[in-house]
């Protein structure tokens, strides 16, 4: 087995970290990578392989949610949101996150710990990840995961993971 193959490949059994892109494809369908990471998501629910995500992982996904919704709603652009949101707080509150939130009760919630957040500067340093992605390398290694679902290629930088792309 290749690390990249799609998910289908990934063996029975294993321990997967699941990057929020792959949770946003699925909510959304995306035309692209929707109905793979559907096939992926399934798995996981059938308890095919172990998946798991973290505190940042839910953070990435709903902003993604929230944002996708408001520029459906509001017929604003992308780059607008965050300000539309400040000027309009009661607009997150009108969104129905339940689709969100149901999906991530598939996926066991790892905690972040001063271990994750001191292993996270080291990841910075020698894999030249950003915060979030260093976070997930921390993560995955404070508790012995060596698998991520992603379409991130900045994983590939780091050796000891093995990369699924579904």
Avoid: Q
Avoid at 83 to 107: E, M, V, W
Avoid at 129 to 141: E, G
């Amino acid at each position: 087995m290749v690390p990249g193959e799609l998910s289908a490949f990934l063996p029975s059994g294993e321990k997967v970290f699941v990057d929020s892109n792959i949770l946003t494809y699925h909510l959304f369908n995306d035309p692209v990578h929707g109905k793979r990471c559907k096939e992926f998501i399934g798995r996981a629910e059938n308890d095919d392989f172990e998946g798991f995500i973290s505190p940042i992982i839910v953070s990435e996904t709903l902003f993604n949610f929230i944002k996708a919704n408001i520029v459906k709603d509001y017929r604003i652009k992308p780059k607008e949101v965050v300000s539309f949101l400040k000027a309009n707080p009661k607009a997150i509150s009108k969104i129905d996150i339940g689709k969100a939130s149901d999906l991530f009760k598939i996926f066991s919630v790892l905690p972040i710990s001063e271990l994750e957040v001191e292993e996270c500067y080291k990841a910075i340093k020698d894999y030249a990840l950003l915060t979030n992605d260093a976070f997930h390398v921390a993560t995955m290694k404070r508790h012995g995961i060596t698998n991520i679902a992603t379409n991130d290629p900045d994983f590939e930088r780091v050796k000891w993971i093995k990369v699924w792309k579904p």
